[in-house]
């Protein structure tokens, strides 16, 4: 069975930094495309950025680009979110998710979330 | 990256059906055969219900399906349940090489 646990968020001012995780099991860690998407309280979903199988290829979406990096682990079946220069349009949970099998842009399984908050 | 965009609410009767619309563009919905649609009750991760436009997940329901034409796609739910009560997302890839979502759409089964 597909897990995904994530872990580190907190309260910070703005201005601070930030580094979620999430613990990934049940599936070959390795061979899939990761995503971050967050949704701040009572607000939409909005995707933040993916990172391939290898950790090559990244992207982000414009409104944390040059603010968050994406990057995993395969060795330890993890996957991070480094959020620096945080503001407070930041505050929502943050969700991991692994896409399907040899489709990158379809996330089939998500974690359950951790929440950002981001106040001074 | 704009939204792409859906309607806020819709709502039907047990034994109805409704559809919903996620309108972008041709560099995202219009270009690609990527669509997603995602099913989120409150408090809840989402849930994948359709990819690639017309494909169902193993374990979802045969009464979620999907359509597109141009630049819009269509999630539609027959035979409306009581438990098909939720938030809708419609998502898609981007030639922008991303994801964009749209902002949702809260079905209410009266």
């Known amino acids: 069975e597909v897990q995904l646990v994530e872990s580190g968020g907190v309260g910070v001012q703005p201005g601070g930094s930030l580094r979620l995780s999430c613990a990934a099991s049940?599936?070959?860690?390795?061979?899939?495309?990761m995503h971050w998407v967050r949704q701040g309280p009572g607000k939409g979903l909005e995707w933040v950025s993916l990172?391939?199988?290898?950790?090559?290829?990244?992207y982000y979406a414009d409104s944390v680009k040059g603010r968050f990096t994406i990057s995993r682990d395969n060795r330890k079946n993890s996957l991070y979110l480094q959020m620096n220069n945080l503001r407070t349009e930041d505050t929502a949970s943050y969700f991991c998710?692994?896409?399907?099998?040899?489709?990158?842009?379809?996330?089939?399984?998500w974690g359950q979330g951790t929440l950002v908050t981001v106040s001074s | 990256q704009s939204a792409l965009t859906q309607p806020a609410s819709v709502s039907g009767s047990p034994g109805q059906s409704i559809t919903i619309s996620c309108t972008g563009t041709s560099s995202d919905v219009g270009g690609y055969n990527y669509v997603s649609w995602y099913q989120q009750y409150p408090g809840k991760a989402p849930k994948l219900i359709i990819y690639e436009v017309t494909n169902r997940p193993s374990g979802v329901s045969n009464h979620f399906s999907g359509s597109k034409s141009g630049n819009t796609a269509f999630l539609t739910i027959s035979g409306l349940q009581a438990e098909d009560e939720a938030r809708y997302y419609c998502?898609?890839?981007?030639?922008?090489?991303?994801?964009?979502f749209g902002g949702g759409t809260k079905l209410t089964v009266v």
């Open positions: 049940g599936f070959m860690f390795d061979d899939y495309t």
């Open positions: 998502s898609s890839y981007t030639n922008r090489r991303g994801v964009v």
């Open positions: 998710a692994k896409s399907l099998s040899g489709s990158g842009s379809v996330l089939e399984s």
């Open positions: 990172i391939s199988w290898d950790g090559v290829r990244t």
